[in-house]
């Protein structure tokens, strides 16, 4: 039933329809709210956290939720997009929703919108719009503490502002992603982002660039609202030992940081002692032109420092040690996250001791999805030197009818393999390029490739036009669990043995299967989108799915 709200492909398509009038979106949402039983009033009871950015605003967000929920308080939690459950989004201390919960709200809210439909206007709101509003429900009847708010996308137009007055908020690196919505430029970007901000209400942003940073000083300017820019980790940790942070990768030391600050001031303004006071700066002095000023470092607690160690969230450098195989799993899906996987991949797989026999096979598993320039992403992986590439879509099985949190509408199956041979194609020309420019490398030969329909099978597979060597590194399949399965040949006990009756027809899958079956070591990144990464979850993790 929620999934005839749509899913984000078409919920993208909206907001860009109504771009023009944000002020309707933002009436409309309100009036969803009101339909629901709530007025916009009632979400101030809530206590809310609000944070908004490009890249690392979910860490930030989960991050800030650990550390409040190590001082004793009953944390609520919204974010987006889920990986295996939809129940995801929705968490009460640092958990999932549960199934009986869940329901309970769905079709309160769900009946009460279907009760008070009007002919004029739209009886149902879209499916973000509508988890949203079961989220302020949720965390209302359940009387949390506060509630951590992920941004769904931008800021300004986003259907989470209609938040009037939360406790402080929160901007992560901005970057450049959902450029049909947001602009084109980073200051475009940042203009949206800096729309959450309210009057009196503190903000926080982590380093930006010069431009974009400016634009979020005039923002906060206009908005009379105080914003700071958080000092670096390293400024917590002098004279004192290093922080040890539940989320590996150097680009997490800023989403850290900036949960600082907005755990800090959230508890200072909610009147708890011992913290020492933040000094207040007059917006109109410091902003006025000049830069935006740094908060202060202060003193960690111990609640402050176990919350930063025992934040989880999954699918984001993310390792998952299977014997021989080792996953890695980072839902990095724009240019500057991408080169932050990489960063944290090439320190956590490559600087691994390799195998005595030197039999180590590096398989990159990769989708992209909407608008992105994949050929940019996939561009900064080449130098992590994969043996194999693997282009699959988000789906777990070719029919997907049987699991309602991975169905997606908006996306056929001939789309998302038309997408994956593209990406295939720019692969093979990216190693020819790279091959040129390097005398003592082998020039790949370029894979032809095109979908038919295996007849003894009735699967699609990527069936080559010609007989092609054993040498391509490239390959695509029709779905997830046949490209885990290849890739793990029997050796990850979740997963079974790829049957010869489902053998990808390749001549480089049979040899590379030889390769991966005998690998003293396989080491497997998967990233490019956070739906591959939440498909990869669902199979590699069964538990995560009951």
Same mark, same amino acid.
């Given at each position: 039933? @929620?999934?005839?709200?749509?899913?984000?492909?078409?919920?993208?398509?909206?907001?860009?329809?109504?771009?023009?009038?944000?002020?309707?979106?933002?009436?409309?949402?309100?009036?969803?709210?009101?339909?629901?039983?709530?007025?916009?009033?009632?979400? $101030?009871?809530?206590?809310?956290?609000?944070?908004?950015?490009?890249?690392?605003?979910?860490?930030?967000?989960?991050?800030?939720?650990?550390?409040? &929920?190590?001082?004793?308080?009953?944390?609520?939690?919204?974010?987006?997009?889920?990986?295996?459950?939809?129940?995801?989004?929705? &968490?009460?201390?640092?958990?999932?929703?549960?199934?009986? @919960?869940?329901?309970?709200?769905?079709?309160?809210?769900?009946?009460?919108?279907? +009760?008070?439909?009007?002919?004029?206007?739209?009886?149902?709101?879209?499916?973000?719009?509508?988890?949203?509003?079961?989220?302020?429900?949720?965390?209302?009847?359940?009387?949390? $503490?506060?509630?951590?708010?992920?941004?769904?996308?931008?800021?300004?137009?986003?259907?989470?502002?209609?938040?009037?007055?939360?406790?402080?908020?929160?901007?992560?690196?901005?970057?450049?992603?959902?450029?049909?919505?947001?602009?084109?430029?980073?200051?475009?970007?940042?203009?949206?982002?800096?729309?959450?901000?309210?009057?009196?209400?503190?903000?926080?942003?982590?380093?930006?660039?010069?431009?974009?940073?400016?634009?979020?000083?005039? &923002? =906060?300017?206009?908005?009379?609202?105080?914003?700071?820019?958080?000092?670096?980790?390293?400024?917590?940790?002098?004279?004192?030992?290093?922080?040890?942070?539940?989320?590996?990768?150097?680009?997490?030391?800023?989403?850290?940081?900036?949960?600082?600050?907005?755990?800090?001031?959230?508890?200072?303004?909610?009147?708890?002692?011992?913290?020492?006071?933040?000094?207040?700066?007059?917006?109109?002095?410091?902003?006025?032109?000049?830069?935006?000023?740094?908060?202060?470092?202060?003193? @960690?607690?111990?609640?402050?420092?176990?919350?930063?160690?025992?934040?989880?969230?999954?699918?984001?450098?993310?390792?998952?040690?299977?014997?021989?195989?080792?996953?890695?799993?980072?839902?990095?899906?724009?240019?500057?996250?991408?080169?932050?996987?990489?960063?944290?991949?090439?320190?956590?797989?490559?600087?691994?001791?390799?195998?005595?026999?030197?039999? +180590?096979?590096?398989?990159?598993?990769?989708?992209?999805?909407?608008?992105?320039?994949?050929?940019?992403?996939?561009?900064? @992986?080449?130098?992590?030197?994969?043996?194999?590439?693997?282009?699959?879509?988000?789906?777990?099985?070719?029919?997907? =009818?049987?699991?309602?949190?991975?169905?997606?509408?908006?996306?056929?199956?001939?789309?998302?393999?038309?997408?994956?041979?593209?990406?295939?194609?720019?692969?093979?020309?990216?190693?020819?390029?790279?091959?040129?420019?390097?005398?003592?490398?082998?020039?790949?030969?370029?894979?032809?490739?095109?979908?038919?329909?295996?007849?003894?099978?009735?699967?699609?597979?990527?069936?080559?036009?010609?007989?092609?060597?054993?040498?391509?590194?490239?390959?695509?399949?029709?779905?997830?669990?046949?490209?885990?399965?290849?890739?793990?040949?029997?050796?990850?006990?979740?997963?079974?043995?790829?049957?010869?009756?489902?053998?990808?027809?390749?001549?480089?899958?049979?040899?590379?299967?030889?390769?991966? &079956?005998?690998?003293?070591?396989?080491?497997?990144?998967?990233?490019?989108?956070?739906?591959?990464?939440?498909?990869?979850?669902?199979?590699? +993790?069964?538990?995560?799915?009951?």
């Amino acid at each position: 039933m @929620l999934n005839t709200l749509q899913t984000n492909a078409s919920y993208l398509e909206q907001v860009k329809r109504e771009r023009g009038d944000p002020q309707a979106q933002l009436e409309a949402m309100q009036g969803f709210l009101e339909r629901s039983g709530l007025k916009v009033e009632d979400l $101030d009871r809530l206590n809310i956290i609000h944070v908004t950015g490009t890249k690392g605003k979910g860490s930030a967000c989960a991050f800030t939720e650990c550390i409040l &929920r190590n001082y004793g308080l009953k944390t609520g939690f919204y974010s987006s997009p889920h990986l295996v459950q939809v129940r995801e989004r929705i &968490r009460i201390n640092g958990q999932p929703i549960s199934k009986d @919960l869940f329901n309970k709200y769905f079709w309160l809210v769900y009946n009460r919108l279907e +009760e008070t439909k009007d002919p004029a206007h739209a009886s149902m709101p879209a499916y973000f719009r509508f988890l949203t509003i079961m989220a302020f429900h949720v965390f209302l009847e359940e009387k949390v $503490d506060l509630a951590v708010v992920e941004v769904g996308i931008g800021g300004t137009y986003d259907c989470t502002n209609i938040i009037r007055t939360p406790v402080v908020c929160g901007v992560s690196s901005l970057g450049i992603d959902h450029t049909s919505i947001l602009g084109d430029t980073m200051e475009k970007i940042a203009w949206q982002k800096g729309g959450i901000f309210k009057p009196g209400v503190p903000a926080f942003t982590v380093a930006q660039p010069e431009r974009p940073l400016e634009v979020l000083r005039e &923002r =906060a300017q206009e908005r009379k609202c105080p914003l700071y820019l958080c000092p670096e980790l390293d400024d917590f940790e002098e004279g004192c030992q290093a922080l040890e942070l539940g989320l590996a990768g150097a680009h997490q030391r800023s989403n850290a940081a900036l949960a600082l600050q907005l755990a800090r001031t959230w508890l200072q303004r909610r009147g708890c002692q011992g913290l020492g006071e933040l000094k207040e700066v007059p917006p109109s002095t410091e902003l006025l032109g000049g830069p935006v000023p740094l908060a202060p470092a202060f003193r @960690l607690t111990d609640a402050m420092i176990q919350g930063l160690r025992d934040t989880e969230w999954l699918g984001r450098t993310q390792v998952l040690s299977r014997g021989p195989v080792t996953w890695y799993l980072d839902g990095a899906h724009t240019t500057s996250s991408i080169q932050a996987c990489v960063r944290w991949f090439r320190q956590a797989a490559l600087s691994q001791d390799k195998p005595h026999d030197g039999s +180590e096979v590096r398989v990159l598993l990769f989708n992209a999805t909407g608008d992105r320039d994949t050929a940019a992403l996939l561009k900064l @992986l080449v130098p992590c030197h994969f043996d194999y590439a693997v282009f699959c879509p988000n789906f777990t099985e070719v029919s997907v =009818a049987n699991n309602a949190d991975q169905q997606n509408f908006n996306v056929t199956l001939e789309n998302a393999l038309t997408r994956c041979l593209e990406n295939q194609r720019t692969w093979t020309r990216l190693l020819e390029e790279k091959a040129g420019q390097d005398p003592w490398l082998p020039s790949p030969l370029r894979v032809g490739g095109l979908l038919q329909p295996a007849p003894a099978r009735g699967s699609l597979l990527l069936v080559p036009p010609a007989p092609r060597p054993l040498n391509s590194p490239a390959l695509v399949f029709p779905c997830l669990a046949q490209a885990l399965r290849w890739v793990a040949q029997g050796r990850d006990p979740q997963l079974a043995a790829p049957t010869a009756s489902g053998a990808h027809p390749h001549p480089a899958a049979s040899s590379g299967a030889v390769l991966l &079956r005998e690998a003293a070591a396989v080491r497997v990144l998967v990233t490019g989108s956070l739906h591959l990464v939440g498909g990869a979850l669902r199979l590699l +993790e069964p538990t995560l799915s009951q």
